[in-house]
């Protein structure tokens, strides 16, 4: 066996369960949550026995989760598993012909459907219904066991949930499955643009590894080699079999196997830098003005794999970059945060408020915390122009998203220009996470690049 391959072996979901909690090199102690994960063709048949790894009383019934078309992808073969091994179930099964939310509405929906002598729940689906699931299990204190219907986002291992809670888009922590099932007779039929949506938010982990190790040059953030080694192991396989075909059991078991390992890696790292930068900012601003403004949006993985050519081609231009102290400290004393922060009410709505508010205690905008960074990036420039040269070629990633018949521009998806750069500007606003604008703003190159990539 070569030694790619060994490092490959290595690095999959079986072998790190199978390695247990370690200290790793970086210093921490790496924990996964989810305790099992069975992918491959046939595996739903492998589901009485992960229920009984869980300690299901015979004597109780399994809360199966779904809504019409997950119900329609896989219920026939879940259904038969469980007749099959003598396992009571009580369904609901929601309307899938209207898009779901995850708002008050429908978690409200599931628990008045739900049936006490349950003592396990079952989700077969994706998204957000697995969003739904994980709080239900979480708050219910119960075993959780999803059954994967499309390799779509990588919210599968996981401990939060992505939700609508006060009409404003937020993160809840929540539960991760115990066992993610990924069946991939099950998932090579799902829809192509869900597991285009899942490539996209795989995709996005090129920069978002980047950006947690500028973070570590500039910010001195916790980094970890071998999380990221995890992460682009993973990401090589899916380019690989993707190569392939998209709908090949292949490429559906390197991407769901890619995103269980997303939900790993961010559990070692503690932090969600392994999983998210710029790109998904992109994608969070679109969502929360979908919520407010009801402007275009689309699945979280195609948005996801936008956000990542645009930041492809943030980062080509950062390249040709070189810092100067003195136009990056006049710009930072030019900016008008107050001015700003109306951009991002008459932008954004309610969600602007919980920016504005987090920077209060985060202090992103603090002159002397920049002077201070400022100084780390020029003296590092050399350093962080290495990072930046490992990010594939954003032409590179734009024809193999066109190739697998993913969207690569806001246009396709029905955005404006005045949207793209709206969110670009607001990608430094979402968290307080070191990223590519937070960079350019801090050497006073920011309206530049909106200039260059996003004009209006
Ligand atoms: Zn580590
Ligand atoms: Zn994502």
Redesign the pocket.
């Known amino acids: 066996m070569s030694n790619t391959n060994k490092q490959e072996s290595d690095y999959s979901v079986a072998a790190l369960l199978a390695r247990g909690d370690y200290k790793c090199a970086c210093g921490k102690m790496h924990r996964a949550i989810i305790k099992r994960a069975v992918i491959g063709a046939g595996v739903i048949a492998q589901l009485p026995a992960q229920i009984a790894l869980e300690g299901h009383d015979n004597s109780k019934k399994v809360f199966v989760l779904a809504d019409t078309n997950t119900w329609g992808a896989a219920g026939g073969k879940v259904a038969a598993a469980l007749q099959g091994a003598g396992i009571a179930y009580t369904l609901y099964c929601l309307d899938g012909s209207v898009r779901l939310e995850p708002d008050e509405h429908l978690l409200g929906s599931i628990m008045l459907h739900w049936d006490l002598s349950c003592d396990l729940l079952v989700t077969v689906g994706t998204g957000v219904l697995n969003d739904m699931g994980k709080i239900v299990a979480g708050v219910a204190r119960l075993p959780y066991i999803v059954v994967g219907t499309a390799p779509s ?3 599968y291992a996981s401990n939060t949930s992505s939700t609508i809670r006060d009409h404003l888009k937020v993160s809840v922590d929540s539960k991760c499955p115990d066992v993610v099932i990924g069946d991939t007779d099950v998932l090579t039929k799902a829809p192509d643009r869900m597991i285009q949506a899942g490539i996209g ?1 795989m995709l ?1 982990k090129f920069i978002s590894v980047v950006e947690w190790h500028i973070g570590n040059i500039v910010a001195g953030e916790y980094y970890c080699p071998e999380v990221v080694a995890i992460m682009t192991t993973a990401l090589h396989k899916i380019i690989d079999a993707a190569k392939g075909g998209l709908r090949t059991h292949e490429t559906a078991a390197a991407v769901m196997e890619g995103m269980i390992l997303s939900g790993i890696a961010v559990n070692y790292a503690g932090v969600s830098r392994p ?2 930068g710029i790109e ?1 900012y992109f994608s969070h601003i679109w969502d929360m003005r979908y919520v407010e403004f009801n402007t275009p949006c689309d699945l ?2 195609i948005q ?1 794999g936008i956000g990542t050519v645009n930041a492809l081609r943030i980062y080509e231009l950062i390249k040709q970059m070189k810092p100067n102290r003195e136009q990056a400290l006049a710009y930072v004393k030019s900016f008008d945060y107050g001015a700003w922060c109306d951009v991002l009410r008459k932008n954004l709505g309610g969600s602007a408020e919980a920016m504005i508010h987090n920077e209060a205690r985060e202090g992103k905008y603090d002159v002397t915390k920049h002077a201070a960074r400022l100084e780390s990036i020029i003296a590092r420039w050399d350093e962080i122009m290495t990072v930046v040269n490992e990010l594939p070629a954003a032409a590179e990633i734009e024809a193999f998203l066109k190739q697998v018949g993913a969207p690569v521009s806001p246009a396709e998806i029905g955005l404006s220009k005045a949207e793209e750069r709206f969110a670009f500007l607001a990608t430094k606003d979402v968290r307080d996470k070191y990223i590519a604008s937070r960079l350019l703003w801090d050497i006073g190159e920011l309206d530049n690049v909106a200039d260059t990539l996003f004009p209006v």
């Open positions: 986002m990588d919210g938010d996005a999983a998210s998904h979280h993985g996801c």
